[in-house]
């Protein structure tokens, strides 16, 4: 199992719509957990945190599932500017890698 | 620096020549990475710096891939002897205390070569 998989989308959504993006990880001792946001050509940008059971800010909201090993990102009234590439980011509990997950694509559509 | 740093923003070289690319980490973050990502591909890890130290180097694909860090700050990847193959845009980001804190990304060096 890799250490990190994503929801290889792509998801092409209307403006206005919730849509949800579910990211697994297989290192039960990891701690945090990261969401970035990466725009065509740039770099990834942090968007949320997740320490604890979820983070929520403005229209998006992170929940994490240590039980099944999960981690969601809910973007809700979707905007057009919401287009971009989501990775998930699952720091493994001893000192290797920050692994990303391989991104889920969304396209919010006019 | 207000965020990480990285030069140059592009480079192209001729294939079979060494390039160096450098890192200005945001000041007092101990971490340091290296990814590499290929047009419409995902981050590819490469090197980790704890410190001047690099505990992860796993993912340095050749041994013509070098990276060191000096003063607990700047970093410089090495590539040498390039190949074709080494097209790609070449991220650093940094965070402060490691593996479980943020990282924060530089604009990263696209290299050509060809």
């Known amino acids: 199992r890799k250490e990190v998989e994503q929801d290889p989308g792509p998801f092409n959504v209307p403006e206005g719509a919730t849509v949800a993006f579910n990211c697994t990880y297989s290192n039960s001792a990891s701690q945090s957990f990261f969401w970035y946001r990466q725009d065509c050509r740039k770099e990834p940008k942090l968007l949320m945190s997740?320490?604890?059971s979820g983070n929520e800010d403005g229209r998006f909201t992170a929940q994490l599932n240590r039980a099944s090993q999960y981690i969601s990102l809910l973007i809700r009234d979707s905007k057009l500017s919401d287009s971009a590439t989501y990775l998930c980011?699952?720091?493994?509990?001893?000192?290797?890698?920050?692994?990303f997950g391989s991104g889920t694509q969304l396209t919010v559509l006019p | 620096g207000a965020g990480v740093s990285q030069s140059p923003s592009n480079k192209v070289t001729e294939k079979g020549k060494d390039v160096e690319l450098r890192c200005d980490p945001i000041s007092g973050h101990t971490a340091l990475y290296w990814y590499r990502q290929r047009l419409g591909q995902g981050l590819e890890f490469l090197i980790y710096?704890?410190?001047?130290?690099?505990?992860?180097k796993s993912g340095l694909p050749s041994d013509r891939f070098s990276a060191e860090r000096t003063g607990e700050s700047v970093s410089t990847l090495t590539i040498q002897r390039t190949q074709q193959e080494d097209s790609a845009v070449y991220l650093c980001?940094?965070?402060?205390?490691?593996?479980?804190?943020?990282?924060?990304f530089g604009q990263g060096t696209r290299l050509t070569v060809v």
């Open positions: 980001a940094s965070s402060l205390q490691g593996l479980n804190t943020e990282a924060f």
């Open positions: 980011v699952v720091p493994p509990g001893s000192a290797r890698q920050l692994t």
């Open positions: 710096f704890q410190g001047n130290s690099a505990p992860d």
């Open positions: 997740v320490y604890s």
